[in-house]
C-alpha cells in the first residue's frame, strides 16, 4: 500500500484481557518496526523483523507480549493479560532494509488498559 | 549502543521567529541522525537525515539540520516558523554500520508550540 497501515486505531480493554495489534507495512520493506510511545518517555523499541524473522526482541518488556510476521509482509503485536502500564500508543514502522533509508511510522494504536 | 539527548521538552515561539530544537547524542561508532515530527493523532514524518557528506541538511517544510561532530551535536533549525509547525519533534540515531545499524534510537522529543 501507499503507506504503513495500522489498526485499530484506538483500543479499550479490561485488565487482563489479550490484545493483537495489527501491522501492514509498505509492499517491498523488509525491515519492520514495533516501537511503544509513552507520555514523556519517547520512544521505546520493541522488536524488530527482517523478513520473517526477528532477530532482535531484546525491547519486548516481558512475556506477556509477543509479535510475529507472516509472508514478509503483516506484523501482529499480542499483549496477553494486558495491565494498566500498558496503555500506550503502539507505533510500527517500516524501511528497506536498514534505518538509513529512514523508517516510515504507520499512525499508531492507542491502547487504553481499564 | 546509542543515545539522545534533547535538551528542550517544550519550546514555545511566536510566529515567524527563528526556532533552533537541540539535540546531542552519544556513540561509541559512527552515526546517522535523523529528525521526525509528529503532528497530533499522527505517526511520525521524516523531516530530515545525515547520512555522510555536507554537514548541512536541508529537509522538508523549510527545516536545517547541521552535524557537528565535535560537539556531538545535531541541531534543528528554522528562520521563520509558522503555526503549521506546533508539532513533536524527535531526533533520532543509528550506528552506520555493524549489526545493530537497522535500529533507530529517540529522543524523548522536544513540543514545539508556534504562537500567534
Known amino acids: 500500500g501507499a503507506g504503513v497501515s495500522q489498526s485499530p486505531s484506538n483500543k479499550v480493554t479490561e485488565k487482563g484481557k489479550d490484545v493483537e495489534l495489527r501491522c501492514d507495512p509498505i509492499?517491498?520493506?523488509?525491515?519492520l518496526y514495533w516501537y511503544r510511545q509513552s507520555l514523556g518517555q519517547g520512544l521505546e523499541f520493541l522488536i524488530y523483523f527482517q523478513g520473517n524473522s526477528a532477530p532482535d526482541k531484546s525491547g519486548l518488556p516481558s512475556d506477556r507480549f509477543s509479535a510475529e510476521r507472516t509472508g514478509g509482509s503483516v506484523s501482529t503485536l499480542t499483549i496477553q493479560r494486558t495491565q494498566q502500564e500498558d496503555s500506550a500508543v503502539y507505533l510500527c514502522?517500516?524501511?528497506?532494509?536498514?534505518?538509513?533509508?529512514?523508517?516510515?511510522f504507520g499512525s499508531g494504536t492507542r491502547l487504553t488498559v481499564v | 549502543a546509542q543515545s539522545v539527548t534533547q535538551l528542550d521538552s517544550q519550546v514555545p515561539v511566536f510566529e515567524e521567529a527563528p526556532v533552533e530544537l537541540r539535540c546531542n547524542y552519544s556513540?561509541?561508532?559512527?552515526?546517522?541522525l535523523f529528525w521526525y515530527v509528529q503532528y497530533p493523532n499522527q505517526g511520525l514524518q521524516l523531516l530530515l537525515k545525515?547520512?555522510?557528506?555536507?554537514?548541512l541538511v536541508k529537509g522538508i517544510n523549510g527545516f536545517e539540520a547541521e552535524f557537528n561532530k565535535s560537539q556531538t551535536s545535531f541541531h534543528l533549525r528554522k528562520p521563520s516558523v509558522h503555526i503549521s509547525d506546533t508539532a513533536e519533534y524527535f531526533c533520532a540515531v543509528s550506528a552506520n554500520s555493524g549489526g545493530s545499524n537497522y535500529k533507530l534510537t529517540f529522543g524523548k522529543g522536544t513540543l514545539l508550540t508556534v504562537n500567534p
Open positions: 556513540s561509541s561508532v559512527s552515526v546517522y
Open positions: 514502522a517500516s524501511s528497506f532494509d536498514r534505518a538509513n533509508y529512514g523508517y516510515t
Open positions: 545525515y547520512l555522510s557528506g555536507s554537514t
Open positions: 509492499s517491498g520493506h523488509t525491515a
